[in-house]
Structures are given as structure tokens and as C-alpha cells.
């Protein structure tokens, strides 16, 4: 299907309601109740071959995960999706020198170039991996099971399309995101069985430790049907999430497998028990009198539980893969309010009226300090004045740091409140430093801090766009910024730089003020140092 680059529109944020419905049909589709997206955004774009027109979606980094033609309904997985779930597809095996001669160059896979046995699922119509004998477990195309290849012991004198390849690794659909993911070392592969490798040299001997601890990680059968039982048990005793009645899916997904313990969940799945399929599973437990259930195996509803069974008596609570989520997120919440600290450099042309005060060239002082000290001079110096303790009588010294230009006709009185304002920007120059706490987050920087700027304008077409800029001053990065935008917002962005300065701004569709201003103040940026400049009107009512 992509042996040429085919045709890409630009990706977008697909909504959280879509993407959960995806998962859900991903999950109908292949039986496989623990799949689950990598990320929260997941994007989506249509492409265009010469044979057909579908959508791809990909993850954050833009790697594809799953595409599908337009008129068809199976949602198919890349070769990426498949490395990181195993167990998703059953694996047709054939040679090294055909998948890199053959299927990479647009050729489906033939039965004689197969290589039996072939897994369960291997059936007419089905969606399967094709895999090297050299790297059995790291899939490296995807296509359609033309024949049911199940039970098939010799592929001598056999003719036929096995597999009709719909997608392989390095295709046009990798050229064209311009994906770096290196395949996975055949050594790092999974599930791969020993009648399907070919005969390699005998491995160098260890050690009689070594590899005890990666033997101990591989769960057996049994292993993983205790740990989904006691999943179970904690869901029916322990779960105050559940609520009744649930979907079968939604019960195996969102309960029993986050009810795990904290471990490498890819290991323990439905699949890899002796259950297989999420409806036997629920069937046993029904068995056993701790859960009922109502409709048809593919469409089962789990409507009550008993918490009070025998089994449940004994049982312990224990520590949860969703609890140490919770944790994880609740320690990560907690982020410090950014400060502004300006600080006040003397000029060096007026170091000589300075000194007075007590201020020398290589000081840099805060305004409550350079109060202080002219407070001090003020009152050593008897400047008040006596009639009006609100103004202050200058003196020569005082003059030339309060004025610019100081002759005959320069009023030698002002208004005590005036006095250190006058004094900052006539003797002073500012600088400003952004503090996390009692860290810098940038060197001192000249002049006043600029706010962050929120504006929504409408541009070409009516359409609404809402800019943010001058952030990166306050240890925001544009690229962290756009791609919570686009998640938190649902819309495209776009970093551009702003005319004349060194500096960028982020763009996002629509008038969302309120969600930046949000996503700024979970950053610790206060609202004092933000302004919004909405030059959108309102429409008039009619």
C-alpha cells in the first residue's frame, strides 16, 4: 500500500472522546482488553496513495500507530504499534531475504516463502505480523491472512498469496513522518517460538549465575492467571471506583488490569493466561459465584458482585499500578509560584553623589534598600522640611540624583513620597531576575519584566486565534507550551517568531484565554504578570 510516499494532510488533535472511542474499537477488534495509547494526544491525518485514501494516526513524536482506508472499518497497526505491543497480532514467519528482496520492495507473501508452524489466529481474513526467522518476535510488515494458514505443517510445492502485505517497515508511511525508531534486537524480542528461528552458533557459555535474573522477569502461564485472580479480588473488595453495571471491556481495562501491582503490565494480559479471551475469564469468575453477568459473550455486562464470598474473606488490599500513578501525579502537582526580583545597579557618572548615601559603584541593591539609605541621609542631613514634614528640602547632593539637569532655576523641594522614585530612575539602572524559589531561572536582564501577553484576534476567514508571548522570559519552553496547547485545546498551533526581536510566539485556534492563562498558573507564573488583550468583539444582538 505505501510502497511510494503517499499524500499527507497536516495531523490535528483528535478529541478525547474520539481517541477513547478508537481504543475501544481497537480493543473489540483484536480482543486485546489492556491495549492502551502511550499518550493522552493522539493525532490524526488523512493520507492518499494510488490505490486509496484513508487516516493515520500517530502519537506526539508524529510516529504512526494505526491507519485505516476510508471505506473500510478494520483499524490496521503499524509495524511500531506492534513492537510495543507483542502480543497484538498473531506472526506469520518467513525468511530474512524475503522480507528485505520481497515485501519491502511492494511483494505479498507467498505460501513457499513461508515457514511453518504457524500461531493460532492465522486464519483467512485476519490482520497479522510478518516476522524474520532471525528476528521472530519483531514484526516487520503487516497484512491480510489470504488462507487459513492454521494447522498447515509443509509449504513444499505450494502455490498461493499467504499474506497480502498492506504495510512494511522503512515504507513510504515511515519516509513520509520521517520516523528515526530503530527496529528492536531480535535479542529483545518476545514471544518468539524455537521451532521458528533458524539455526544459529552456539551462544558463548556464562556463568552459572548469569541470566537468573532475566529468567526469573519471564512470568509463566500460571503466574499470570494468580496475578489477574487477585486483580480481580481486589476489584470486587477493594475497587471504590467501580460502579455497577459495566461493560465487560471497561471492567478488564480500567479495573482488574489497573488493580495490578506496580510491575511491567505488558507481561500479564488476558491473552497470556489460560483464560485468552476476556469472556472466558468473566465466565470463570462466574463460576465461582463472584460476579454475575448478562448478555452474549462478545457483549457481556458485569452487573453485580459479591464482596462477601468466601474467597474474599482472607483476602489483603495491596499497593496498586493505579495508586502509584496517583501518587506519582500528586507529587508532580506541586510546582513553586515564580517571583520577579528587580535589582538596582548605581550609574557610574553620578558615583560621586552616591557615595554620600553610603552607595558604592559595585553595589547591586534592592529598593528597600536604597530607601533606607536615603532615608538615613534625609534625616543625618536634616532635609525635611520643617514647616511640611511631607516635602523635602534637596541639597546640592540630593539635586543632582533627584534631577536630570540642575541650575539656578531647579526647584530645590519635592514631595517626600516622590523622592525614591526619582531617585531609581535618575541615579539607578533596573534589573530583573525570574526566581523559582531561592533559584534563578536566567541571568539578570536590563530594564522592567514584560508580562505575558494573552491576545485573540480573528484573522483570515473569521477564524478566531488566540497568541501568547514574551513566556519563554518566565522558563517556559514554545515547544512544551504548543503541545499542551494542542492537547488541553483540541486545535492546532503554530510557533512563529515575533518581528524584529528574538523572541516567539505560540498560536492556538480558537479564543482560549482562560485554558493559557490556566496552563500558565499550573507552570507558577501568578496571574499579576500575565495581561489579555481581546480584540475579538462581540456580536451584536440582534
Known amino acids: 500500500m505505501f510502497k511510494k510516499d503517499p499524500n499527507l494532510n497536516p495531523t490535528s488533535n483528535t478529541k478525547n472522546s474520539e481517541r477513547k472511542r478508537l481504543q475501544a474499537s481497537i480493543r473489540e477488534q483484536y480482543e486485546y482488553e489492556s491495549y492502551q495509547f ?259 459473550p462478545e457483549s457481556f455486562t458485569v452487573v453485580s458482585v459479591n464482596s462477601a464470598h468466601e474467597a474474599l474473606k482472607s483476602f489483603e488490599p495491596y499497593r496498586t499500578v493505579s495508586d502509584k500513578a496517583s501518587t506519582g501525579s500528586k507529587n508532580s502537582s506541586t510546582t513553586q509560584s515564580l517571583e520577579i526580583v528587580y535589582h538596582y545597579v548605581p550609574n557610574r557618572t553620578l558615583l560621586p553623589q552616591l557615595n554620600g548615601l553610603g552607595i558604592s559603584g559595585g553595589d547591586a541593591l534592592s529598593a528597600k534598600d536604597i530607601r533606607d539609605r536615603l532615608e538615613q541621609y534625609v534625616a543625618a542631613r536634616k532635609c525635611v522640611d520643617p514647616y511640611d514634614k511631607s516635602m523635602l528640602r534637596l541639597d546640592d547632593t540630593l539635586a543632582q540624583l533627584l534631577h536630570k539637569n540642575v541650575n539656578a532655576d531647579t526647584p530645590r523641594s519635592l514631595p517626600r513620597p516622590e523622592a525614591l522614585a526619582a531617585l531609581l530612575s535618575r541615579s539607578f539602572s533596573e534589573y530583573f531576575v525570574v526566581m523559582r524559589g531561592d533559584a534563578p531561572l536566567s541571568k539578570p536582564q536590563k530594564g522592567r519584566a514584560p508580562p505575558i501577553k494573552v491576545t485573540n484576534e480573528r484573522k483570515i476567514y473569521k477564524k478566531v486565534v488566540t497568541k501568547v508571548s514574551n513566556f519563554e522570559v518566565y522558563g517556559v519552553d514554545p515547544e512544551e507550551l504548543a503541545a499542551e496547547l494542542r492537547v488541553r485545546c483540541s486545535g492546532s498551533t503554530t510557533i512563529t517568531d515575533v518581528p524584529n526581536t528574538k523572541a516567539v510566539e505560540v498560536q492556538v485556534q480558537g479564543p482560549h484565554e482562560a485554558t493559557i492563562v490556566s496552563i500558565l498558573n499550573k507552570h507558577g507564573i501568578p496571574s499579576k504578570y500575565i495581561t489579555l488583550d481581546c480584540k475579538v468583539q462581540p456580536k451584536k444582538k440582534k
Open 38 to 296: 502511550s499518550s493522552t494526544e493522539i493525532k490524526h491525518g488523512t493520507f492518499k496513495t494510488q490505490s486509496t485514501v484513508g487516516t493515520v494516526y500517530t502519537d506526539p513524536n508524529n510516529i504512526p500507530l494505526w491507519f485505516r482506508g476510508k471505506h473500510d472499518q478494520t483499524y490496521i497497526p503499524t509495524v511500531y504499534s506492534c513492537w510495543d505491543h507483542p502480543d497484538l497480532l498473531p506472526v506469520v514467519h518467513t525468511h530474512e531475504h524475503v522480507v528485505e528482496s520481497k515485501l519491502k520492495g511492494g511483494a505479498d507473501l507467498m505460501l513457499p516463502g513461508t515457514v511453518p508452524p504457524f500461531s493460532s489466529g492465522t486464519r483467512r481474513g485476519r490482520v497479522v505480523g510478518i516476522a524474520s526467522t532471525r528476528a521472530p518476535g519483531v514484526v516487520k510488515a503487516v497484512g491480510i491472512c489470504e488462507m487459513d494458514l492454521e494447522g498447515v505443517t509443509t509449504v513444499a510445492d505450494t502455490t498461493g498469496v499467504a499474506v497480502r502485505v498492506l504495510h512494511t517497515y522503512g515504507d513510504g508511511l515511515c519516509r513520509v513522518f520521517k520516523v528515526q525508531r530503530e527496529a528492536p534486537e531480535a535479542s529483545e524480542a518476545k514471544g518468539a517460538s524455537p521451532e521458528a528461528r533458524e539455526p544459529e552458533a552456539e551462544p558463548p557459555k556464562t556463568a552459572p549465575g548469569e541470566g537468573l535474573a532475566e529468567e526469573l522477569e519471564r512470568l509463566t502461564m500460571e503466574d499470570v492467571d494468580h496475578l489477574l485472580t487477585r486483580a480481580v479480588y481486589y476489584t470486587i473488595k477493594a475497587d471504590g471506583r467501580l460502579q455497577l453495571p459495566v461493560t465487560a471491556s471497561k471492567f478488564i481495562a480500567e479495573h482488574v488490569l489497573k488493580n495490578l501491582p506496580p510491575m511491567d503490565l505488558s507481561q500479564v494480559t488476558v491473552k497470556r493466561s489460560s483464560w485468552g479471551k476476556a469472556a472466558k475469564l468473566l465466565k470463570h469468575f462466574e463460576a465461582q459465584g463472584l460476579l454475575t453477568l448478562k448478555g452474549k
